[in-house]
């Protein structure tokens, strides 16, 4: 039997391909729900009850059913004798490699999918049952007697609720329901007050001149801002750098860099790295990624040629931005 070879080609296999590929970048880049199957595209093509499928790794045989039990199946060829003519062979079906690795993409999405929420559960779990007892811990700490022992309590009992917090922030940030609240925003002012909030010792600069001005999250953009000083003291060496320009800011600090696995993999909640950067609970960069991708930014993590991290954070720019020249 030869059936009209138009009415065999279900979906072409570089089609396919493409939409694997596809697939697989949408993972890479975060979005954990992509999948390259669907229901309307694994489910073959009938005509005048033929089922047809491309086979993947023969693009010139499509393999053809007759019937719902699959007990007939034709391979159709092209003919490369024959001007726009094919010929046909009876046989079995060949695997389809295609929807193999299909099969496998999903699976690994899923998987990644999987360990992405139970860890974003085991945060936001942790930080809600913590809360509580600190609270009454920070009340308890305070009717302690003054001394030196008091103050080492108060100052771990400090730190202990600064981990919570981020924790909780975190959680929320997991949970995607913080929205962004913008306003017109002097970043360079912005960058020498988060700076001085957090006790950091940093030295803002302006190299176009003028006061670069944002619409953004002041709350937000502070938070980032904060969080990039403080990695850099902790974990760098000085001087801190703030460089401000129009929708950018760079922070920089002369230590030993970024390790190698954080700039391959990116930040990760509860690992600071090398051991040379210093100790932390690797919660800084987490928070700072997230509140960037609240109010739109987008922030890279780098090593400065002349040595040391650094941080640039690219805001997003809108008709009313300007820059207001001193």
Partial sequence: MVVPLSALLAEPANRRLRRVADTARRIAAGDLDARVATAKQDKPERRNGIAAQR?????????????????HEITVTRDPDRQGGIAAKKGRGRRDEIADIAVAVDSMAASLQHRLLAEQRFTADVAHDLRTPLMGLVAAVELLEEGEATELVRDRVRLLRSLVEDLLEVSRLDAGAEVADRVRVPLAELARQSAARVGVEARVQTPDGGEPVAETDPRRLDRIVANLVLNARRHGEPPVLITVRDHLVEIRDHGPGYPPELLAEGPRRFRTGAAERGRGHGLGLTIALGQAGVIGAELTLANAEEGGALATLRLPRRDRDVLIQG
């Fill in 55 to 71: 086979d993947p790794g023969h693009p010139d045989e499509i393999t053809a059913q007759r019937d719902p039990a699959h007990q």
